[in-house]
Structures are given as structure tokens and as C-alpha cells.
């Protein structure tokens, strides 16, 4: 999207869409079997997990250091301490991510892998397989109805990510069914877990919802379901520190008062 609203971004994220711009896609377009999100959402709902996507995110402009572990090991923890979904960073040059990481994550474990980019063309979503690719409202304006289209031409399942009320009716619009409200604010990269609470409200019940961002404590788990979160994306409260036990404490967080 290219208007004036794209001044009001931090200039990290204006640096992170000036590399996603240039970014090649693949050569040949991808077929995708997808593993289904909304019935791994729905399977740990009846288990009485607290449906989690757990973020492999070596770093990011808001996190100090690289973690280098390998991110299959790292995958492999989530999914014992009971992750519904994996994310899986593939920008290199911000994230530390790869679609090569994806590529072998994905391989490992049997849940829905969502590919976690900032994607703005076609092309782009040929670069690797994953269950779940990522559509940023923002970042693709007026391309998102396109988008989604090709997207699901694949095989993909979308998760378009929000930030605001108008911001959702745009994606509603373009027919999302599974919807992401970030509750960091691009334009500030600072997080406030009210942004979920005060979108929630409005998205249809047949709609996918996760609360993205910022999700540190149990309390704050319990927090974004308690405001209508059909699942949680974390990253970093989960990569700092023991993988395995962070993801379990989540997941269990409706289970261990
Ligand atoms: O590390 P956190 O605060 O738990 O956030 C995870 C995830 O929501 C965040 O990494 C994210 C949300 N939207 C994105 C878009 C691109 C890259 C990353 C993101």
C-alpha cells in the first residue's frame, strides 16, 4: 500500500517492507495439501488445552539477540509442551527466519505450520509449502481480496492480521475466516493488549479469532480468551528461556488455577 500512512510507520517496519517489496518469489507455484487450523483449534479446545500457536522467531526489531538453536529442536519442544500450531518466521534479513526453516519444521511435526512474512505479491507465496500463510490488512491494502484469492487458489489456509476496527471490516469483506489482531502498533511497535479486547467484540463468531502479540503471563492468557480468543500466537514469551515448559504453562493455563 503505497499512501501516507506509510510515514506513520516505525522506521523499522518501513525497513522491513522495503526488503518484503524487493523480496523474489518462488519459480514455480506451490500446490499445498494444508494440514487444518481450525480443527487442530478445535481439538484442543476439546482437550481442554488452550489452543496455542507457538512462534519459532530467532529475533526481531523488538527483542535483544539471536537465539540460534536449530528451529526443528525448537519446534519439536512446542509440540510436547502441547502447541495446537507452529509459526514459523521466514524474513531473513529482520527476523532471522527462512522459508529453509519452515521447509524442515514443517517436515518434523504433524500440527499446521503457519508462515509467518510480510507477503505483499503473488510470487511471493511460491517461495515455500506451509498450512497457514499471513496477510497483513495493512501491508496489502487494496491487493488483500487478490491475495486471499491466490492464496487459497494453493491450497493455503489465510490468516489475515488486523490492528483496528476499520482494518476488519476490510478483511471481512474480503470473505477472511480466520482473523489475527495484532496487538502490537506497527506504527510504534509498542504492545497493548486492549487493541484485542476492543476489536474482538466485533468479529462474527464464525470466524477463526487469535489475539497475536504481547501475551507474556498466564494471566494475560486468560485475559485475551476471556475477551473471545479462539486461540493465542506467541513468540517471544515462549523463545525466552525453556521452550518446552513456557508452551506448557500456556497451553495449561485454564487447567492449573
Ligand atoms: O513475540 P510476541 O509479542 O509474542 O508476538 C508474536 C507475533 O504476534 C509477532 O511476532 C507478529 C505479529 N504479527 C507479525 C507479523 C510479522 C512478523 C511478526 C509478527
Known amino acids: 500500500m503505497m499512501d501516507a500512512s506509510e510515514d506513520e510507520l516505525a522506521p523499522e517496519v518501513r525497513s522491513i517492507l522495503a526488503a518484503a517489496r524487493d523480496r523474489p518469489g518462488g519459480e514455480t507455484r506451490v500446490s499445498v495439501d494444508a494440514r487444518s487450523f481450525p480443527d487442530a483449534v478445535a481439538a484442543a479446545e476439546a482437550e481442554g488445552r488452550v489452543p496455542l500457536v507457538a512462534e519459532v522467531k530467532p529475533t526481531s526489531p523488538t527483542t535483544e539477540g539471536t537465539r540460534g538453536d536449530d528451529p526443528v529442536e525448537l519446534a519439536r519442544e512446542m509440540v510436547d509442551g502441547g502447541a495446537t500450531a507452529l509459526s514459523v518466521l521466514t524474513e531473513p534479513e529482520h527476523f532471522g527466519g527462512s522459508a529453509e526453516n519452515l521447509r524442515r519444521v514443517r517436515e518434523a511435526v504433524d500440527v499446521p505450520v503457519l508462515r509467518k512474512d510480510f507477503l505483499v505479491s503473488e510470487a511471493q507465496l511460491d517461495a515455500v509449502e506451509a498450512d497457514v500463510v499471513l496477510l497483513i490488512a495493512r501491508f496489502v491494502g487494496d491487493d488483500l481480496s487478490e491475495l486471499l484469492a491466490a492464496a487459497r487458489e494453493r491450497g493455503f489456509q489465510v490468516l489475515v492480521e488486523v490492528h483496528d476496527r476499520a482494518e476488519l471490516a476490510r478483511a471481512l469483506d474480503a470473505g477472511a475466516d480466520i482473523v489475527g489482531v495484532n496487538n502490537r502498533d506497527l506504527a510504534k511497535l509498542d504492545v497493548d493488549l486492549e487493541t484485542f479486547e476492543s476489536v474482538a467484540p466485533h468479529v462474527p463468531d464464525d470466524v477463526t479469532?487469535?489475539?497475536?502479540?504481547?501475551?507474556?503471563?498466564?494471566?494475560?492468557?486468560?485475559?485475551?480468551?476471556?475477551?473471545?480468543?479462539?486461540?493465542?500466537?506467541?513468540?517471544?514469551?515462549?523463545?525466552?528461556?525453556?521452550?518446552?515448559?513456557?508452551?506448557?504453562?500456556?497451553t495449561t493455563a485454564e487447567i492449573s488455577e
Request: aromatic share 2%; net charge negative.
Open 209 to 250: 479469532l487469535l489475539a497475536e502479540s504481547g501475551v507474556s503471563t498466564v494471566e494475560d492468557v486468560r485475559r485475551m480468551r476471556a475477551a473471545g480468543a479462539d486461540a493465542l500466537l506467541v513468540g517471544t514469551a515462549i523463545m525466552d528461556g525453556d521452550v518446552r515448559a513456557n508452551t506448557d504453562r500456556f
